[in-house]
């Protein structure tokens, strides 16, 4: 209360500095006020600023590890890929061989079924010509025989 009173006490009218139970009131009113808004206001925004500053942290740590096992997982699809290519490319090469294959045999076989049916042909040819032949050089010996014949005859 004494210090109410200080304060109350006329002030004498002068200098440049009028050093009376103001100071000391307004020194305990800043600490007070200071006090007062670190527990009420700064403690509290401190502590969101500090869960933020660590959810931030953690939220980049979870990020990295993401985008690291991202990377290995787009590697290893790039492996398999590059695999699957490999296969497709070798799959086709052997492809195009057994094509290839079946072709030349395909047309080895028409060939020989060519080669047979030729001969075949041929044969049957043979056999008709020969056939002719005969049947002609039989109505020769007849028509020879006519000719003698009748000449004989005559």
């Given at each position: 209360?004494?210090?109410?009173?200080?304060?109350?006490?006329?002030?004498?009218?002068?200098?440049?500095?009028?050093?009376?139970?103001?100071?000391?009131?307004?020194?305990?009113?800043?600490?007070?006020?200071?006090?007062?808004?670190?527990?009420?206001?700064?403690?509290?925004?401190?502590?969101?600023?500090?869960?933020?500053?660590?959810?931030?942290?953690?939220?980049?740590?979870?990020?990295?590890?993401?985008?690291?096992?991202?990377?290995?997982?787009?590697?290893?699809?790039?492996?398999?890929?590059?695999?699957?290519?490999?296969?497709?490319?070798?799959?086709?090469?052997?492809?195009?061989?057994?094509v290839d294959r079946l072709y030349r045999e395909a047309l080895a076989e028409a060939e020989a079924e060519a080669n047979?049916?030729?001969?075949?042909?041929?044969?049957?040819?043979?056999?008709?010509?020969?056939?002719?032949?005969?049947?002609?050089?039989?109505?020769?010996?007849?028509?020879?025989?006519?000719?003698?014949?009748?000449?004989?005859?005559?």
């Amino acid at each position: 209360m004494t210090w109410l009173l200080l304060a109350e006490a006329g002030v004498p009218e002068g200098g440049l500095f009028d050093l009376d139970a103001t100071l000391p009131l307004m020194a305990v009113q800043v600490v007070l006020l200071t006090f007062l808004l670190n527990s009420l206001f700064f403690r509290p925004v401190g502590k969101v600023v500090e869960d933020r500053e660590g959810y931030i942290a953690t939220s980049r740590a979870e990020a990295k590890q993401k985008l690291e096992q991202i990377n290995r997982l787009e590697a290893d699809l790039q492996d398999q890929l590059r695999g699957a290519r490999q296969a497709a490319q070798s799959a086709i090469v052997e492809a195009e061989q057994e094509v290839d294959r079946l072709y030349r045999e395909a047309l080895a076989e028409a060939e020989a079924e060519a080669n047979r049916t030729r001969e075949k042909a041929r044969r049957e040819i043979e056999s008709q010509r020969e056939s002719a032949q005969a049947q002609l050089m039989s109505q020769v010996d007849q028509l020879s025989a006519q000719i003698i014949n009748r000449l004989l005859a005559a």
